[in-house]
């Protein structure tokens, strides 16, 4: 059996990693174009306009990552003549960024500024409409070429990023795991290697030993050790263990959720941890991982029922279109190891919501003295 992994060429982390920028894409090219998120402007503006290993010209993020965004960037490189695209920012800019760099082939350069998807380290783009929906996956013929991720700038960021991408990482091993089982292909058309489920396994382990600490380093706006796992579990290990371990239900029930405009307010990592917790019903996992897995989900404050991603009042007709799209020919959903069907999807997201609506039931009032 051949088997295959793949991985960014090079990757940075650390505090003060952004001084590094511009001597990693001169390495590259001379002149790069930037796309940046709008809440990271004035961060990196003055770092990337007084580089001297490489000249950049700045375009602001207009939000989406759909076919119109990348035609305007593409436009704008070629008009600046840009050798290098530099992607600034959250999931979905970054996104645009690689989308920009393959369709001009160019190299690309990756520089998040939250920790909330593993999108970074990855040779894939999520292409949106311009309203939101989910259209499809942009596979790429190579991965980024550098991943810069400064720290400091993730521990600045709203903690909910931090814990959005948690919920990304989350999914990691339990869909690689599904992809081993099966041997079902990963993001190449081929299965993954014992290293890529390693790194999916230590994604979930380094998650469940490190997580609540990251959390609270985060609402400090400080950099710890724990910080330090956690931004790289969220950005490398999960992007390294989707891509090549493989994708299986999570993800492709997340898919199905963007159809309910209801959802759209939420982030990835919120709805994929939606989407693990039903997978883990879908796939008859243990009681034991299921019960660790809601715990996790509980303390770090990822959701746990549908009401907590804007679904109070789903219908079991809603629920059934997100379980069609979930199932639509090519979803990753065909790589778990059991049947499925809609009405599958919908069993299991019916469950996994009435077992986080039970627990948010169990929970002792604001205020209210514990028993002696």
């Known amino acids: 059996m051949i088997t295959t992994s793949i991985f960014p060429g090079r990757y940075v982390q650390g505090a003060g990693a952004l001084k590094f920028l511009a001597q990693e894409v001169g390495r590259l090219g001379s002149r790069a174009l ?52 530099v992607g600034v920012g959250g999931g979905k800019c970054v996104d645009t960024a690689k989308a920009i760099a393959h369709g001009l082939g160019l190299p690309v350069v990756i520089v998040p500024t939250i920790a909330s998807t593993d999108a970074p380290c990855s040779a894939l783009a999520v292409i949106y409409t311009q ?42 091993w339990f869909e690689a795991e599904d992809c081993q089982i099966r041997q079902a292909a990963n993001m190449t058309g081929r299965p993954g290697s014992v290293t890529a489920y390693g790194l999916a396994r230590l994604c979930y382990d380094t998650l469940l030993r490190y997580g609540v600490v990251a959390k609270r380093a985060a609402e400090q706006g400080v950099v710890t050790p724990a910080l330090e796992h956690i931004v790289e579990t969220n950005t490398l290990l999960s992007g390294l263990g989707f891509e090549s371990g493989g994708l299986s239900g999570a993800h492709a029930i997340h898919n199905g959720l963007t159809v309910l405009e209801e959802t759209h307010a939420y982030w990835h990592g919120e709805k994929v941890a939606i989407g693990t917790l039903a997978l883990l019903f879908l796939t008859d996992r243990a009681p034991a991982v299921i019960t660790q897995v809601f715990d996790f ?76």
């Open 34 to 85: 930037a796309i940046v998120s709008g809440s990271s402007l004035s961060v990196v503006t003055d770092y990337l306009r007084s580089a001297s290993e490489a000249s950049f010209a700045i375009e602001r993020f207009g939000g989406e990552c759909c076919d119109l965004e990348i035609e305007r960037g593409s436009a704008c490189a070629k008009t600046e003549h840009c050798q290098v695209i």
């Open 131 to 172: 309203q939101g929906a989910f259209s499809r996956y942009l596979v790429l013929p190579r991965n980024p070429d550098v991943v810069l991720v400064d720290t400091a700038l993730i521990a600045r960021a709203p903690v909910r990023f931090l814990v959005s991408g948690m919920g990304d990482a989350l999914s990691t």
């Open 297 to 372: 989900c509980e303390a770090v404050g990822l959701p746990i029922t549908l009401a907590q991603i804007g679904l109070g009042k789903v219908t079991d007709e809603q629920l059934l279109l997100v379980g069609k799209a979930a199932c639509a020919d090519g979803e990753t959903i065909h790589n778990v190891p059991c049947e499925v069907s809609a009405e599958l999807v919908v069993a299991a997201l019916k469950s996994a919501d009435a077992e986080g609506r039970a627990r948010l039931a169990r929970r002792i009032p604001a205020g209210r003295p514990l028993a002696a």
